[in-house]
């Protein structure tokens, strides 16, 4: 809890001697007195949107030189992001409680810090197993980011400009998409895989030296940490069962039966885990915030599914027609790039006046009919940029309305759990895409999957529009 601008350390914890680690240390005076200073918090947070979004959108490139390297199916390398993906879902918002708590600033520098370690570990993994393992411990150090960055990004905004806050979140998360797959083409094409992950290395680096002196401490706390383990297992069960279950479906290589009884462990894991948060005197997911916020939540998933599920698509498509990994890059790139003028650029052309949830349901539009132009229209590396590009713009005016109207709804001292809940959204939106992609194409072969993948995300599109009956609460 904070009094003022005063902070008591971890529980526990004596703060002589371990001060540096347990608190949260102030800005420099000359920092935290100007009136751009939450402008710079901001842009520290989009240091570590830039990083996850990157390391995301360059590793779908390797998922070829992996699997030739490691003689491992598609299904296999796939958990090079599943693994990440799933343990990030299971953490975000146990972790953001824990921040609402002991301090936002605190564990997002934390992040940065294992963030950047477990990368220096994935560039040097010896095997895949070895890699997924990794990747595991890097996604500890991600949850520990992007629970606490849409929360930073809120609270350290002055009132009305939240919006555009989070745009310039998003646009940080946007311009690392569309450098990762340029950057991730060359570095596959010219010094192999292991780069794609030591990239993260410096950038980290940099943001830990920045988020220390440009990033506020908490100053609203919630009260108790305890986080429901039970919980957090039961989360962890239901999505990692359903994702295993459609590897399996996928060619992961284990036996086609092994499905089976995935599929019924997650679903019971799923119904204990709703039945906990309807008991527990502290759960893990808040039911009643829950209900309230389902729709923008389920829109925000929706949106990420979108997202990334033509970041692994079209490079199985370019492949397949003789297009090499840096070319694919270049196409790909037209995507978050659309997002990322999108998201900074929205509220220069649309009316301030118009409702976030109207902004939500035009960037919905604009992404089906992008989608609907991409299951039209042949993949092709020359039509692909002016999909893509069309397909990034939609979602980049849809993302910042939707999180803007989903974080409006709870209160500041709980935006960790807020942030958390909205990350996690993202991470299951993410692993559906990649998951969904790779299940649509293994069963069904050739150009006419390529299409079916494409209608299967336009199908998705459809969740993304607000409910009307809640328009006029925004």
Known sequence: MTIGDQQLPLPGVHPRGWELLTRERPRPESIRNRPWAWRLAVATVCFGAFMGQLDASIVTLTYQPLGAQFHAAP???????????????????????????????LMYLYGFGVF??????????????????????????????????VALVTTSAPPGRMRSALGMQAAGQAIGLALGPTVGGAVVATLGWRWVFLVNVPVGLVALAAGHYLLPRTRQRCAGARVDGIGVLLLALTTTGLMLALSVVSGLGWPLWSAGPLVPVAVAAGWALMKRQGECSRPLVDLALLRSNARGLLGGLSGYL?????????????????????????????????????ATGADRVLPRALPDRDRARLGAGISAVALGLLVLLPMTAGLLPFTLGLLGIGL?????????????????????????????????????????????????PGATGEQAAAAALLAFAVLMFPARRRASSS
Request: include cysteine; charge should be positive; glycine fraction near 12%.
């Open 306 to 342: 979108v997202l990334f599920g033509p970041l692994v698509l079209v490079p199985v498509v370019l492949t397949r027609q003789g297009v090499g990994l840096m070319t694919s890059g270049l196409v790909l790139t037209a995507l978050p790039l659309g997002f990322a003028l999108a």
């Open 116 to 149: 950047t370690l477990a990368s220096a570990a994935c560039g040097l993994a010896p095997s895949l197993l070895a890699l997924v393992a990794f990747r595991v411990a890097q996604a500890v150090g991600a949850a520990l980011m992007q629970a606490n960055s």
């Open 396 to 444: 980049g005016v849809f993302t910042p309305a939707n999180n803007t109207a989903v974080m409006g709804a709870f209160p500041a001292e709980s935006a960790g759990t807020g942030g958390g809940m909205v990350n996690m959204g993202r991470g299951l939106g993410t692993a559906l895409g990649v998951a969904a992609v790779t299940l649509i194409l293994h069963l069904v």
């Open 75 to 105: 299904a296999a390398v796939e958990w090079v992001s599943l693994a990440y993906l799933l343990t990030l879902v299971a953490l975000l918002v146990p972790v953001g409680r824990f921040s609402d708590a002991h301090g936002r600033k």
